[in-house]
């Protein structure tokens, strides 16, 4: 499995912006589609967006418009830059990899696609 660890949380008032970063341990990173979810309390982890080898992005609904996701192979690192942060984007953050090979596939949104997770990141948005 892939190392994950997130950074980038935070409060943040309303119309605000934060920016998660997402390094991975993995050598062969630029291999791994990535992913962001999202998980607020009582809620199922949905998809926030995804990233392929070649910079083919896909989003939820929540995210289009406001969020972009993008990612550093020579750094392993993905991005997720949050604009116009609203109070229903109060949520753990977490960063995803899929298998080894996935970033050459269609990115999916399903959590059962991904094999490596983060520890999540809170993010905190006032109204």
């Known amino acids: 499995q892939v190392q994950l660890v997130e950074s980038g949380g935070g409060l943040v008032q309303a119309g605000g912006s934060l920016r998660l970063s997402c390094e991975a341990s993995e050598r062969t990173f630029s291999s791994y589609a990535m992913g962001w979810f999202r998980q607020a309390p009582g809620k199922e982890r949905e998809f926030v967006a995804g990233?392929?080898?070649?910079?083919?992005?896909r989003y939820g609904d929540s995210a289009k418009g406001r969020f972009t996701i993008s990612r550093d192979n020579a750094e392993n690192t993905v991005y997720l830059q949050m604009n116009s942060l609203k109070p229903e984007d109060t949520a753990v953050y977490y960063c995803?990899?899929?298998?080894?090979?996935?970033?050459?596939?269609?990115?999916?949104?399903?959590?059962?696609?991904?094999?490596?997770w983060g520890q999540g990141t809170q993010v905190t948005v006032s109204s």
């Open positions: 990233i392929r080898w070649a910079g083919r992005t």
């Open positions: 995803a990899a899929g298998s080894r090979g996935s970033a050459f596939r269609e990115i999916s949104t399903s959590i059962y696609d991904y094999t490596s």
